[in-house]
């Protein structure tokens, strides 16, 4: 089975602190993405890499930057993370850059900024 | 851009009744996919269900089962012989055809409630 894990499960941090958030992936996937889950507003896509060094921003990147150095890990980076940050984010991964194929979500990491 | 919409926040059914979730979508693109995603308690995102566009016949896994009406852009889920396992958020998603496309667009979600 496909496994995606996150760092955290929950997570606290302080107005302007700088924000790591990572996810592996255990399935040799191509594709990593950040979503964050907002009630009402469903999951809306943060940042996504399609390969290791190469990404693309989702809908709402302001305020994030991500880093993949390495195939199974994609992290999130909130470089001054602020109290609109406050969220729970999911990572998921998917193999191929087909439009049928499964996207596969970690646990999800909530984050409270205070 | 696309999008999808949820219109029914919270549903609840009863143990073993059947109980439909809405979903509909707008897009230009003649080439998709539409996905159900679950989402338990646990917080563990998983695929219940994905139709493609091209096909007119409806996706079915157990009970699981999609009324898709791609004229009305009308996703429909629905769930049959529900199950205190079946509470959870359920999300319609929504992909492009197009080769390189590789995000989902998401709608908000409907709670689903099952009493026992």
């Known amino acids: 089975d496909v496994k995606v894990t996150q760092s955290s499960r929950y997570l606290v941090k302080r107005t302007g602190e700088k924000v790591f958030l990572e996810c592996v992936q255990d399935m040799d996937h191509e594709n990593m993405f950040w979503y964050r889950q907002d009630p009402g507003l469903g999951l809306r896509l943060i940042y996504f890499?399609?390969?290791?060094?190469?990404?693309e921003k989702g809908d709402i990147p302001e305020g994030y930057s991500v880093s993949r150095e390495k195939k199974e890990r994609f992290s999130l980076i909130l470089e001054s993370a602020s109290t609109n940050q406050t969220s729970m984010y999911l990572c998921?991964?998917?193999?191929?850059?087909?439009?049928?194929?499964?996207?596969?979500f970690g646990p999800g990491t909530r984050l409270t900024v205070l | 851009a696309q999008t999808v919409t949820q219109s029914q926040p919270e549903m609840s059914v009863q143990e073993a009744e059947t109980v439909t979730l809405s979903c509909t979508y707008d897009?230009?693109?003649?080439?998709?996919?539409l996905f159900w995603y679950k989402q338990p308690p646990s917080r563990q995102m998983i695929l219940v269900i994905r139709?493609?566009?091209?096909?007119?016949q409806n996706a079915t896994e157990n009970r699981f089962s999609v009324n898709f009406q791609k004229a009305a852009k009308s996703f429909s889920l629905k769930i049959s012989d529900s199950q205190l396992g079946d509470a959870a958020m359920y999300f319609c998603a929504y992909r492009s055809g197009s080769g390189s496309a590789r995000q989902l667009t998401f709608g908000s979600g409907t709670q689903l409630t099952v009493l026992p």
């Open positions: 890499s399609y390969d290791v060094k190469m990404k």
């Open positions: 897009t230009s693109e003649s080439d998709y996919y």
């Open positions: 139709q493609e566009a091209y096909k007119q």
């Open positions: 998921a991964s998917s193999w191929l850059p087909v439009s049928t194929d499964t996207q596969y």
